[in-house]
């Protein structure tokens, strides 16, 4: 029963998953640039982001159309607000890739003054991250949001790690101090990403559960 | 019974029969006063049969049987002393259709109460129970004009003026605005608001909407069974028990 009311719950979880499969997109090329210094590959992943954007508002108004023409409720309503609330995560998420871009389009001229190991790391957690939270989120998995939220201290360890390395460097040496400002400073936001998946992994746990949780 | 304390109903172990059908099985719950209670469920799940019983309104049909208590002020109103008639004027009754008399908006509010031999000032009584239900400043110059000229939503309010101007406690609702657009539905449920202050209300709906909107606590029941009874909040938002989920949800019923 309900046939439309079903399907279009389905092509809301679709367009979730599409969304971050386009973050997923995004931080690969935001990767790829940096660890070959591609500011072609850059400029790609900085435009790129537009379709997130769109896809956001997308999400947002079939939302909305749903909750004022369907009527949901218990627990398709609290799936549909937490789709809701985690399309804007999603968005946040793929605005650090577009960071990560920004960062590698400047620094694609310059040597770096480090081998660039953990700053990929983050992103390539981030991006499984933001998969896995979506994914736990569409499909109702309860063990996958905990379980992903629980990689958020990898994303800080790595964050921290980058951190020592890279004031180690400016001690060493202050000409390294530009570079590695700004690497500190996309340390950090990568470290953001691992946040918002865990609060898409805790709109996962609401939509199942009906309660706010801690992760 | 002594109307002038709590005006609750009790159920207890509550089972209802048309014959060999079984329609109710075993209820027990607490209505508490001054609540809006929704009964909800699939059409002859038995909420309409339920309703009924709370006012012995099932007496009037020949083959249906009532078991276990109502208690209303402590009292069981299906014990062999308990006047039916008096009944249903502690507990009264809005049904579905609007039914006003043949008579004017005046006589079918006073009806009641004269043949109860309302002593009182019958206009002031007339006139406060068509303000309780905000129907006053529609009817005002036209009184004595015949109570069926008014519109659906109007006839609805007058039903409910003439319940309220018996001075019942419990006021039962069968789907009361199943019949009504949707404006008439908007005034009738602002009533419900209005008149919770006063009343206990036990209300049948189809609308799960309005359930959600009007009620304190919703009660859903299958097959003559209450599969959940709780505060709507929760009913509406977190059921415990998924085949409430799946009727308010509209994937069965």
């Known amino acids: ?215 | 019974m002594n109307p002038e304390t709590s005006a609750g109903l009790d159920l207890k172990g509550v089972n209802i029969f048309y014959g060999d059908f079984h329609a109710v099985h075993n209820l027990s719950m607490t209505f508490q006063s001054r609540e809006i209670t929704a009964l909800i469920g699939p059409s002859g799940c038995g909420k309409s049969t339920l309703l009924r019983s709370l006012n012995r309104m099932n007496d009037l049909i020949p083959s249906s049987r009532t078991e276990g208590e109502v208690i209303f002020h402590g009292k069981n109103i299906y014990d062999a002393d308990v006047d039916p008639v008096q009944v249903r004027r502690w507990i009264g009754m809005v049904f579905q259709k609007p039914n006003p008399f043949p008579k004017t908006i005046f006589e079918n509010v006073a009806w009641g109460a004269r043949i109860n031999g309302y002593k009182g000032d019958m206009e002031e009584l007339v006139v406060t129970s068509i303000q309780r239900v905000a129907l006053w400043d529609e009817v005002k110059d036209k009184l004595q004009k015949p109570a069926l000229a008014l519109s659906g939503g109007q006839q609805q309010r007058l039903c409910i003026a003439r319940t309220i101007a018996v001075k019942p406690e419990i006021i039962l609702m069968d789907e009361p605005t199943s019949a009504l657009d949707p404006i008439s539905t908007a005034k009738i449920e602002d009533l419900l608001d209005e008149l919770k202050k006063s009343y206990t209300i036990i209300i049948v709906t189809h609308n799960m909407q309005q359930a959600g909107r009007v009620s304190d606590k919703a009660a859903f029941m299958l097959t003559g069974v209450m599969e959940e009874f709780g505060p709507t909040d929760q009913i509406f938002f977190n059921p415990k028990n998924p085949k409430t989920e799946a009727y308010i949800s509209g994937r069965f019923g």
């Open chain 1, 1 to 215: 029963m309900r046939e439309h009311f079903t399907q279009e719950i389905l092509g809301i979880n679709q367009d979730m998953q599409k969304m971050s499969v386009l973050v997923e997109e995004n931080i690969r090329r935001s990767l790829k640039a940096l660890t070959s210094q591609d500011a072609k590959l850059a400029k790609e992943a900085i435009a790129a982001d537009a379709k997130v954007n769109e896809l956001e508002l997308a999400i947002t108004d079939r939302c909305v159309l749903f909750i004022a023409k369907e009527q949901p409720v218990a627990g398709d309503l609290r799936h549909i607000v937490a789709c809701l609330k985690a399309v804007s995560d999603i968005e946040r998420i793929g605005d650090y890739a577009v960071h990560a871009a920004k960062r590698a389009k400047e620094l694609a001229d310059e040597k770096y003054i480090k081998p660039l190991v953990d700053i990929p790391k983050m992103l390539t957690l981030g991006l499984e991250m933001c998969r896995d939270g979506v994914g736990s989120l569409v499909n109702h998995d309860r063990a996958l949001a905990i379980a992903t939220a629980a990689r958020d201290a990898d994303m800080d360890n790595l964050n921290k790690q980058v951190n020592r390395e890279l004031l180690a460097l400016m001690f060493e040496d202050k000409d390294n101090i530009k570079q590695a400002t700004k690497l500190q400073f996309l340390s950090r936001i990568l470290e953001r990403m691992g946040d918002h998946a865990v609060t898409i992994c805790s709109w996962a746990l609401y939509s199942v559960d009906g309660e706010h949780s801690e992760l």
